[in-house]
């Protein structure tokens, strides 16, 4: 299942994309990574996505990731005693804990977090910011406000809060039971919704203890004020900008995408871009140029991968998003200006013998024309070191860790297998040319630039660089 671009594809499974046979399309097609959208679909129907998936990748001999992603504190309204309701610009309109259906004049919020972190002149956003209130007067039990924006609401609209972070914890009730039905069937990677501060990855990471990487969802504007400290105590980032969007300026959107990701590039993490991607695809067999515009900007801008969520889960035209996907990616990378920009947005290496060798391997690879990276690894971070170099040529990650070989399908421009690990020096060579061949990745003659660490089989021990013929 050899790729021909660097930038991987995330596919979200849902109704339209829940059969043996729409997987293996999918896969074939380009998807990389399986999202399991842990908002939506039953225990019974998150497992046997995982068993399909897990089938699939005994066929093909290739590890496939599975991404679950945790709903988070939805923030929404109560109930309205007539159904949906037409506010006015100007209307008063009070909020409260009161769980008795809303009237004209007041609706239930059943979230006394909002309560408390509420300041005169702020706004609620409801339904996506269709609708905006602004807040005039509150208390530790209601909230008085102005509509600013008209609009119609209805039944359990969801609600945010610009620039305010929430004294609530990211992980829900709903959470914490889901999270157990996830790690039991053995995902690969955890995404953590509204994640505002470091602390929310930091509680995760104690629930997971190893059995997963954790994944930051950036959709919260106050967790961009946290931004390093966030990245670097998470394994991997989402650029969530839908919900990023809603409490943002559409404009200040853009430019924070790009900051996101070069932090990211900075700490060797992978990053998703997500959201509306593709969003006509749902109804449309053919995005906008507008769409497939933005997919190949966050390709240019350097995100490990790009995601489909509503395209894939429960449009008409799942398989055709992937393929177009797949398609712009590969267009976007074939650019000679593609490779320009990632060899401009380079860093210099860390003062490590591991920085140091991953730099070494790239500019080798370059210079001599190499057909391959090899890197020899058993956590992961050897491989994410040389995926950060962004090298013009694909990374072959060579691990004995299955766990490993899988969660590194996210990360750019690595194609992993499972094998043992080097026993000395001669077999390091044979394994990576033997391995490469049978991956289709290399033929004879070509040349490979291989990385490992001795002793073998030493986790972060990376201070070997190799040169080796095919």
Not at 109 to 137: C, M, N, S, T
Not at 235 to 262: H, S, T, W
Request: glycine share 6%.
């Amino acid at each position: 299942m050899r790729r021909q671009r660097f930038t991987k594809i995330v596919a979200t499974l849902g109704p339209a994309s829940s059969t043996p046979d729409r997987l293996r399309a999918l896969f074939e097609a380009g998807a990389d990574v399986f999202r399991l959208n842990f908002s939506h679909g039953t225990a019974d129907d998150h497992r046997q996505r995982v068993e399909m998936l897990r089938a699939l990748e005994a066929e093909y001999g290739h590890p496939i990731a599975i991404l679950m992603d945790l709903q988070g504190p939805k923030l929404r309204l109560g109930t309205l005693a007539k159904g949906p309701m037409e506010l006015k610009r100007g209307q008063k309109l009070r909020f409260d804990l009161d769980p008795a259906p809303g009237t004209a004049k007041r609706i239930p919020l059943l979230h006394p977090e909002i309560f408390k972190a509420a300041q005169p002149g702020g706004l609620l956003l409801i339904d996506d910011g269709k609708v905006r209130v602004r807040v005039v007067a509150h208390d530790s039990k209601s909230i008085d406000t102005e509509v600013e924006v008209a609009g119609t609401i209805s039944d359990r609209k969801g609600v945010n809060l610009p620039n305010l972070v929430l004294p609530l914890s990211p992980m829900t009730t709903k959470d914490h039971k889901d999270l157990g039905i996830g790690l039991s069937l053995g995902v690969d990677w955890v995404a953590l919704s509204f994640v505002q501060r470091a602390a929310d990855i930091a509680e995760l990471k104690k629930l997971v203890a190893g059995r997963a990487a954790v994944m930051a969802k950036l959709e919260k504007p106050a967790a961009i004020d946290h931004l390093d400290e966030i990245i670097e105590q998470s394994d991997g980032i989402m650029v969530a900008r839908g919900d990023l969007g809603v409490e943002m300026p559409p404009e200040a959107v853009p430019p924070l995408q790009k900051r996101i990701l070069a932090a990211c590039r900075v700490a060797g993490r992978p990053a998703i871009v997500a959201t509306q991607m593709l969003e006509s695809m749902v109804h449309s067999p053919t995005p906008t140029r507008a769409e497939a515009s933005d997919v190949a900007t966050a390709v240019y801008d350097g995100t490990d991968a790009v995601m489909l969520s509503a395209e894939s889960a429960s449009g008409d035209y799942p398989l055709e998003a992937v393929t177009i996907m797949d398609r712009i990616v590969r267009a976007a990378e074939g650019d000679p200006l593609y490779r320009k920009l990632m060899d401009a947005s380079r860093r210099e290496p860390e003062a490590t013998t591991a920085d140091a060798i991953s730099a070494a391997a790239r500019q080798c690879a370059h210079t001599l024309s190499a057909k391959l990276i090899v890197t020899y690894t058993n956590t992961g971070s050897t491989t994410l070191r040389s995926a950060r170099e962004r090298p013009d040529v694909q990374i072959l990650c060579l691990t004995p860790n299955l766990n490993t070989a899988r969660r590194l399908s996210l990360a750019w421009g690595v194609h992993a297998v499972r094998t043992e690990d080097a026993h000395n020096f001669a077999d390091m060579v044979q394994r990576a040319v033997r391995v490469a061949r049978k991956e289709k990745l290399a033929v004879h003659g070509d040349r490979l630039v291989i990385t490992a660490g001795v002793p073998f089989g030493t986790p972060g021990a990376t201070n070997i660089l190799r040169i080796a013929y095919v």
